[in-house]
């Protein structure tokens, strides 16, 4: 099967996580990578030694690229970067604010040069003047947008559990790739895109900053939802909790018929509305804890499932390697040995040749490449 964009060349000056995670979307989706590394390698290579010997992450979003080592600061190897671009149709590059112009490959100059170019900056805070000199990691930008501030439970905040601002910029400058490419198929120009890991936090944070605007900042309410009741976790009679979501009055009422056999709370005043429920929280879901602590775990998930409300259990990620509805996808990581992880949830179907994607070792396409882009 051809996949969308085979035929496309992407150069990648990247490392950590935001931008290899852009490009490896764009090798799942049948494009050329050729991901550019410094002397000692993308330092997401030494994160850690989880996958069988590799990084986890670099695993995970850099298998099916080419690899070679550059210093583009030295005339050699500045020349084939030039060469690689001039032929590429994508580049991409996370390097520290300017460095990439202070090294002769300013993108605006490029995409004069090469006009069906399409280049792409990710930043941890854009062209902010007061932001500049300062270090955007995931964590970092997480406590900057007001993220952390707003998980966690009541009595201490939290980091989201993966590295969801570099996640979201690097899903973020994919999409803005594909629009830039979308773009040049009409007009044959190439274009800019620029994602910033704290732009993309900002956005992702409209709704609590609407509310703070609004002198309603939300708290922290661990396993519960902000303005939305019921909307959390339950004990049952066993202890384990099951996660319930009310999204409306009807399935309300069929949470307290059909689920609670409570007549009296759908009739009770303080929760005729959302508004009501969220204001009356702790009372609302005493009385329904008091009623599903006296139920097990089967009994009350399949009476939700049976009255159609929406709930899911409190998995661990061990519980999540078994789930029933994960998909798995094989590589084989930069010493051979062979890995399962979750599949990309875009799915364009399987290769023609049905190989194994590799992760590639530090500049193991590096004398090919030369070889290729040296006239």
């Known amino acids: 099967m051809t996949l969308p964009l085979e035929g496309l060349t992407v150069i990648s000056i990247e490392q950590a996580v935001a931008a290899p995670l852009c490009s490896s979307r764009l090798v799942d989706a049948g494009a050329r990578v050729i991901k550019i590394e410094r002397a000692g390698g ?28 550059l210093d583009f600061k030295a005339a050699a190897d500045a020349a084939l970067l030039e060469a690689m671009i001039s032929k590429a149709d994508v580049l991409i590059q996370n390097l520290a604010p300017g460095a990439l112009t202070r090294a002769g490959f300013d993108p605006d100059r490029l995409r004069r040069d090469y006009p069906s ?6 930043s941890g805070y854009g062209d902010s003047e007061a932001m500049q000199g300062m270090k955007a990691y ?4 997480q406590a900057e947008s007001g993220l952390i501030s707003i998980s966690g439970g009541p009595g201490e905040m939290g980091r989201i559990g993966i590295s969801l601002c570099d996640i979201g910029a690097g899903v973020t400058a994919y999409t803005g790739i594909l629009e830039a490419l979308l773009r040049r198929s009409i007009t044959a120009k190439g274009g800019q895109v620029e994602v910033s890991l704290f732009g993309v936090a900002s956005e992702w944070m409209t709704v609590p900053f609407l509310h703070a605007a609004n002198g309603q900042a939300p708290s922290r309410v661990g396993l519960k939802h902000p303005s939305i009741a019921p909307y959390g976790a339950f004990k049952d009679k066993a202890g384990t909790l099951t996660l ?31 508004d009501q429920r969220v204001l009356h929280r702790a009372s609302l879901d005493g009385d329904i804890e008091a009623i599903t602590n006296q139920q097990s775990t089967e009994q009350l998930r399949a009476s939700l499932k049976q009255a159609s409300i929406a709930f899911g259990g409190l998995n661990s990620v061990s519980e999540l390697l078994d789930h029933a ?8 990581n930069s010493q051979g040995q062979t890995l399962h992880m979750p599949v990309n ?6 290769r023609a040749d049905d190989t194994v994607p590799s992760v590639p070792k530090l500049n193991e396409h590096g004398f090919a490449l030369r070889a290729e882009f040296a006239s």
């Open 345 to 350: 949830p875009v799915c364009h179907g399987q």
């Open 42 to 69: 993308d330092f997401g290579r030494s994160y850690d030694t989880a996958a069988k010997g590799d990084s986890s992450y670099f695993a995970w979003i850099n298998h099916g690229k080419e690899s070679i080592v």
């Open 138 to 141: 995931d964590l970092l930008v």
């Open 117 to 122: 170019l399409v280049t792409c900056s990710i």
């Open 244 to 274: 319930l979501s009310i999204q409306n009055e009807r399935e309300w009422k069929r949470l307290c018929l059909e689920v609670l056999d409570s007549p009296a709370m759908y009739e009770d005043d303080r929760y005729l509305s959302n």
């Open 325 to 332: 509805a994960l998909q798995q996808r094989t590589i084989s």
